[in-house]
């Protein structure tokens, strides 16, 4: 069965010591001893035979609750920001801008030079700070992602979203993918929290797939569907395959729960947030975070007003910041 083979490829341990951690090359060598490129290809298949995609839509937080603002990574990862703007994201991950509703997302997803500085604006939240590593190209070697991981975790995040090197899973170089991951969820071990992301646009759905078990297989905590800077963002099919794949590949991490997947890419409204919840996202990467949440109260008071007092809809804020865009 795949999960039995799958729980027999996992070669991280849970706990590494920090000399361990800075031996790069020894682990390195630890981790690609294990498996050859043609038996990875042999199991990968097999995975995929055994997905099966339903269309049943998953539970989704009422739209007006706390709890669906729980599943927001409230976002900023445009390159021409400034500093102000990310004092103003933390802000917003506090309260958002209508000061009646608690975002209270689960992070706040920056680039590794602006981790800090979100660190010390959300002390005392609650609110967590995340870090892209590898970002967005997908093109960056092994040595830049584990000095990006030092730099963000030494600077306070708690969850790194790392971009995989997709024309290597492209080109089935298996084994070179999950040396990476595994190396890198070295470096980060739990309880960091790790998300892979696919870069789905750029990907078949074999790759897709492949791409889900080797980061179970390295104990990643999700996979994330887009960086927001390359072709379309999340969709409903994707999300579906993905949440399969990680409920097919039942290897339990160091968190005592499978792994999960983030909806992120185009992801602008209540609707939108909704549709990837079903599919079976458990967290939605998003710059809209405060509009989502101020969509879905308005369109829960809505519901409990009477027909005359529920005409008109609410329009977007007209802020300059990031609010639209998919990143």
Not at 103 to 117: E, L, N, S, W
Not at 149 to 161: F, I, M, P, V, W
Request: net charge neutral; with cysteine; charged share 25%.
């Amino acid at each position: 069965m795949a999960t039995a083979n799958l729980a027999g490829a996992v070669a991280v341990p849970e706990q590494e010591s920090a000399a361990a951690h800075d031996n790069v090359e020894c682990n390195l060598k630890g981790m690609t001893a294990r498996y050859t490129n043609a038996e990875w290809t042999r199991f990968l298949s097999e995975v995929e035979k055994s997905i099966k995609v339903s269309e049943e839509p998953c539970p989704c937080p009422d739209v007006g609750s706390p709890a669906l603002a729980k599943t927001i990574d409230h976002t900023l990862l445009k390159l021409d920001v400034r500093p102000i703007q990310f004092d103003e994201l933390c802000s917003e991950a506090r309260v958002d801008g209508f000061a009646r509703t608690l975002i209270q997302g689960q992070t706040v997803c920056v680039r590794p030079p602006f981790v800090r500085q979100c660190v010390s604006d959300l002390k005392g939240s609650g609110v967590k700070v995340a870090s892209v590593i590898g970002f967005h190209e997908g093109t960056y070697d092994l040595y830049h992602k584990i000095d990006e991981t030092k730099r963000s975790l030494e600077a306070g995040a708690e969850e790194l979203d790392v971009v995989i090197n997709y024309e290597d899973l492209k080109a089935q170089d298996y084994s070179k993918v999950y040396k990476e991951l595994a190396t890198l969820r070295m470096q980060a071990p739990h309880p960091v929290v790790l998300k892979l992301i696919l870069e789905t646009s750029q990907l078949d759905r074999s790759q897709i797939i492949a791409g889900c078990a080797l980061a179970a297989a390295a104990h990643y905590d999700f996979v994330k569907t887009s960086t927001g800077f390359k072709g379309h963002g999340a969709t409903i099919e994707h999300v579906r395959l993905m949440k399969a794949c990680c409920d097919n590949v039942s290897v339990v991490n160091g968190t005592g729960r499978t792994m999960k997947v983030k909806a992120s890419g185009g992801i602008r409204t209540i609707e939108d947030a909704v549709k990837m919840l079903e599919a079976g996202a458990s967290r939605l990467g998003t710059s809209g975070g405060v509009w989502i949440v101020k969509e879905g109260r308005e369109q829960a008071e809505r519901s409990q007003s009477p027909p005359s007092a529920r005409e008109g809809s609410s329009s977007r804020p007209g802020l300059t910041t990031r609010l639209f865009t998919d990143y």
